[in-house]
Protein backbone atom coordinates (compact mmCIF):
# COMPACT_ATOMS: atom_id res chain seq x y z
CA UNK A 1 0.00 0.00 0.00
CA UNK A 2 1.35 3.27 -1.22
CA UNK A 3 0.19 6.80 -0.22
CA UNK A 4 0.75 9.50 -2.65
CA UNK A 5 0.24 13.37 -1.80
CA UNK A 6 0.73 16.28 -4.05
CA UNK A 7 1.58 19.93 -3.11
CA UNK A 8 2.52 23.09 -4.95
CA UNK A 9 -0.47 24.08 -7.14
CA UNK A 10 -1.54 27.41 -7.40
CA UNK A 11 -1.80 30.58 -9.16
CA UNK A 12 0.10 31.43 -11.87
CA UNK A 13 0.39 33.71 -14.84
CA UNK A 14 0.89 32.32 -18.65
CA UNK A 15 5.15 32.13 -18.99
CA UNK A 16 5.50 31.67 -15.48
CA UNK A 17 6.67 28.55 -13.30
CA UNK A 18 5.29 25.91 -10.32
CA UNK A 19 7.19 23.26 -8.89
CA UNK A 20 4.73 20.43 -7.94
CA UNK A 21 6.22 17.52 -5.41
CA UNK A 22 4.49 14.02 -4.86
CA UNK A 23 5.46 12.83 -1.42
CA UNK A 24 5.32 8.86 -1.57
CA UNK A 25 4.97 6.82 1.43
CA UNK A 26 4.66 3.11 1.86
CA UNK A 27 6.25 -0.29 1.07
CA UNK A 28 9.67 -0.24 -1.28
CA UNK A 29 8.58 2.81 -2.73
CA UNK A 30 11.56 2.98 -4.92
CA UNK A 31 10.36 0.32 -6.70
CA UNK A 32 7.60 2.18 -8.17
CA UNK A 33 7.79 3.99 -11.73
CA UNK A 34 5.96 7.77 -10.77
CA UNK A 35 3.62 9.32 -13.51
CA UNK A 36 1.85 13.28 -13.04
CA UNK A 37 -1.21 12.99 -14.87
CA UNK A 38 -3.90 16.03 -15.27
CA UNK A 39 -7.74 16.48 -15.54
CA UNK A 40 -8.93 19.72 -16.96
CA UNK A 41 -12.87 20.36 -16.16
CA UNK A 42 -14.98 18.03 -18.50
CA UNK A 43 -11.59 16.28 -20.15
CA UNK A 44 -10.37 12.90 -19.48
CA UNK A 45 -6.96 12.13 -17.12
CA UNK A 46 -4.01 12.95 -19.59
CA UNK A 47 -0.52 11.75 -18.29
CA UNK A 48 1.75 14.24 -18.57
CA UNK A 49 5.30 12.93 -17.45
CA UNK A 50 6.84 9.89 -15.81
CA UNK A 51 9.64 8.51 -14.54
CA UNK A 52 11.38 4.50 -13.72
CA UNK A 53 12.04 3.34 -10.19
CA UNK A 54 15.35 4.25 -10.71
CA UNK A 55 15.17 7.62 -12.30
CA UNK A 56 17.28 6.77 -14.86
CA UNK A 57 14.36 6.92 -17.32
CA UNK A 58 11.48 9.77 -18.25
CA UNK A 59 8.80 10.03 -20.79
CA UNK A 60 6.39 13.66 -21.32
CA UNK A 61 3.66 14.09 -23.34
CA UNK A 62 4.20 16.14 -26.32
CA UNK A 63 1.98 19.35 -24.86
CA UNK A 64 4.86 19.65 -22.00
CA UNK A 65 7.89 18.15 -24.11
CA UNK A 66 10.59 21.26 -23.61
CA UNK A 67 8.48 22.81 -20.70
CA UNK A 68 8.12 20.34 -18.17
CA UNK A 69 11.61 18.13 -16.22
CA UNK A 70 10.24 15.35 -14.02
CA UNK A 71 12.72 14.38 -11.01
CA UNK A 72 12.80 11.93 -7.74
CA UNK A 73 14.99 11.56 -4.83
CA UNK A 74 14.37 8.29 -3.64
CA UNK A 75 16.42 9.37 -0.45
CA UNK A 76 13.41 11.63 0.52
CA UNK A 77 10.46 9.37 -1.00
CA UNK A 78 9.84 12.51 -3.16
CA UNK A 79 8.92 13.03 -7.13
CA UNK A 80 9.11 17.09 -8.74
CA UNK A 81 7.52 18.25 -11.74
CA UNK A 82 9.00 21.25 -12.45
CA UNK A 83 6.46 23.46 -14.61
CA UNK A 84 8.13 26.52 -16.57
CA UNK A 85 6.35 28.55 -19.74
CA UNK A 86 2.94 27.68 -18.55
CA UNK A 87 0.02 28.50 -20.47
CA UNK A 88 -3.73 28.79 -19.74
CA UNK A 89 -4.02 24.99 -21.35
CA UNK A 90 -1.81 23.73 -18.53
CA UNK A 91 -4.70 24.90 -15.65
CA UNK A 92 -5.81 21.35 -14.75
CA UNK A 93 -5.68 19.13 -11.28
CA UNK A 94 -2.78 17.40 -11.02
CA UNK A 95 -2.28 14.35 -10.14
CA UNK A 96 0.52 11.77 -9.34
CA UNK A 97 0.09 8.17 -9.31
CA UNK A 98 2.68 5.08 -9.13
CA UNK A 99 3.26 1.84 -10.87
CA UNK A 100 4.70 -1.91 -9.89
CA UNK A 101 7.93 -1.63 -11.46
CA UNK A 102 11.24 -2.15 -10.17
CA UNK A 103 12.80 -2.95 -13.43
CA UNK A 104 12.07 0.05 -15.15
CA UNK A 105 10.18 -1.87 -17.78
CA UNK A 106 6.25 -0.34 -18.13
CA UNK A 107 5.48 0.91 -21.44
CA UNK A 108 4.49 3.88 -20.12
CA UNK A 109 8.38 5.00 -19.86
CA UNK A 110 8.28 5.08 -23.30
CA UNK A 111 5.09 4.95 -24.92
CA UNK A 112 1.40 6.86 -24.28
CA UNK A 113 1.57 7.46 -20.94
CA UNK A 114 -2.06 6.10 -19.74
CA UNK A 115 -3.65 6.05 -16.58
CA UNK A 116 -5.01 2.98 -16.87
CA UNK A 117 -2.76 0.20 -14.99
CA UNK A 118 -1.65 2.81 -12.56
CA UNK A 119 -1.92 1.41 -8.86
CA UNK A 120 -2.18 4.07 -6.48
CA UNK A 121 -2.93 7.90 -6.69
CA UNK A 122 -2.82 10.93 -4.92
CA UNK A 123 -5.94 13.21 -4.49
CA UNK A 124 -4.90 16.01 -6.55
CA UNK A 125 -3.48 19.73 -6.52
CA UNK A 126 -4.94 22.61 -8.81
CA UNK A 127 -2.88 24.24 -10.85
CA UNK A 128 -4.15 27.40 -12.35
CA UNK A 129 -2.78 29.26 -15.30
CA UNK A 130 -4.38 33.08 -15.54
CA UNK A 131 -3.60 36.60 -15.99
Known amino acids: QLQLVESGGGLVQPGGSLRLSCAVS????????IGWFRQAPGKEHEGVSC????????NYADSVKGRFIISRDNAKNTVYLQMSNLKPEDTAVYYC????????????????????????WGKGTLVTVSS
Open 26 to 33: GFAVANYA
Open 51 to 58: ISSSGRVT
Open 97 to 120: AAHWDPYGRSSILRGPIIPGGMNY
